[in-house]
């Protein structure tokens, strides 16, 4: 088959092309394991944080890709949850010990033995992929490839930190940045806290003007002041200037959600400026979302199709993955990157 791999970390501002096609073995699914013909795979940020080794796949080459929707065309032995021709998906969980405290209670994510599609296996940039089908999700009719793609991670960990803020039905809600996963999750704040309020704060003025259409009540720059208190706050930017800012416009006993899988070093001495009575005290929370659980991947597929969510969606051929990525990391973002396969 035809994949698109990752042959050694490197930095994306020295190699503009880290990713090779080449030919690769077709995988064969294991026990309990399907083969997919991949139709469509997003591409994410934290693709980037495995390329420049922020979080380093464990062995190189690897095919990366954790955003990935096909059709299932062969069964392993004893496979049987689906049927040939069913169009699924596959996001960031691949798999888990299913047997340690955190697995029994649903917090698959946090398990010690959590592996990652497209890092610590091999993943959807490519014709064809095996996963076990116990992390696997139908994907509803409502959606096609390309639409499904991009909600199977920025769409289920922004899910995943939404509950974790805590919020209550007409609490405030700020998010900080207004990217791939914040737009989506402004549309779920809305269907699920129908008397909450969104605040955003973003940089630049075409994502503060997005935010509004879509519903904030007020969008400013890093550091303008919101002009109510916030009850939670969700941070989905690389940087940490926002965080140190948003924490200021926190409520008492509020919590701030920290939806990154790596925080990028360029400005960490903007910590410094953290004053404990005005950002942390009065029991201020600040909480890290770590991977994403299945149940948040089927509890918001179920989601996005009620509403619907359709995200904005640009595509790119398979061998044109470099480009997507580059894109990314120079935030020419037009909507969620796909790459069509099939
Ligand atoms: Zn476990
Ligand atoms: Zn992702």
């Known amino acids: 088959?035809?994949?698109?791999?990752?042959?050694?970390?490197?930095?994306?501002?020295?190699?503009?092309?880290?990713?090779?096609?080449?030919?690769?073995?077709?995988?064969?699914?294991?026990?309990?394991?399907?083969?997919?013909?991949?139709?469509?795979?997003?591409?994410?940020?934290?693709?980037?944080?495995?390329?420049?080794?922020?979080?380093?796949?464990?062995?190189?080459?690897?095919?990366?890709?954790?955003?990935?929707?096909?059709?299932?065309?062969?069964?392993?032995?004893?496979?049987?949850?689906?049927?040939?021709?069913?169009?699924?998906?596959?996001?960031?969980?691949?798999?888990?010990?299913?047997?340690?405290p955190f697995c029994l209670k649903g917090e698959d994510n946090l398990c010690e033995d959590f592996k990652a599609a497209g890092r610590d296996v091999n993943g959807g940039y490519a014709q064809y992929m095996t996963v076990p089908e116990d992390s696997v999700f139908k994907i509803p009719d409502v959606f096609s490839a390309v639409q499904a793609a991009p909600l199977l991670c920025a769409g289920a960990i922004g899910y995943r930190s939404l509950r974790l803020t805590g919020l209550v039905d007409g609490q405030n809600l700020g998010l900080t940045g207004f990217g791939a996963s914040a737009h989506l999750v402004i549309q779920m704040a809305r269907r699920k806290f129908p008397g909450s309020k969104v605040f955003v704060f973003a940089r630049s003025e075409k994502e503060r003007e997005f935010a509004l259409e879509l519903g904030a009540v007020w969008a400013g720059d890093t550091e303008d002041q919101p002009p109510e208190k916030l009850q939670a706050v969700i941070d989905t930017t690389p940087a940490w200037k926002p965080i140190v800012s948003a924490l200021k416009f926190l409520d008492r006993g509020g919590r701030l959600v920290v939806n990154a899988i790596r925080k990028e070093d360029g400005d960490k001495e903007y910590l410094l400026n953290l004053d404990y009575p005005t950002h942390l005290w009065m029991e201020k929370e600040i909480k890290s979302v770590a991977n994403v659980a299945r149940r948040d991947i089927r509890e918001f597929l179920d989601l996005a199709a009620e509403i619907p969510i359709k995200p904005g969606v640009q595509e790119f051929g398979l061998e044109e993955a470099n480009r997507a990525l580059l894109e990314l990391k120079e935030r020419k973002i037009r909507g969620a990157k796909v790459l069509v396969i099939d």
Request: aromatic share 4%; net charge negative; proline share 8%.
């Open 1 to 100: 088959m035809k994949a698109m791999v990752l042959k050694e970390i490197c930095d994306l501002a020295e190699n503009r092309n880290p990713l090779d096609l080449v030919d690769w073995p077709d995988p064969v699914p294991g026990e309990r394991e399907i083969l997919l013909r991949v139709s469509a795979c997003g591409v994410c940020h934290t693709e980037l944080d495995e390329i420049e080794g922020r979080t380093a796949p464990p062995r190189l080459p690897v095919v990366l890709g954790h955003q990935v929707v096909g059709r299932v065309i062969e069964r392993g032995p004893r496979a049987e949850k689906f049927e040939l021709g069913d169009m699924v998906g596959v996001g960031w969980f691949y798999s888990s010990c299913g047997r340690c």
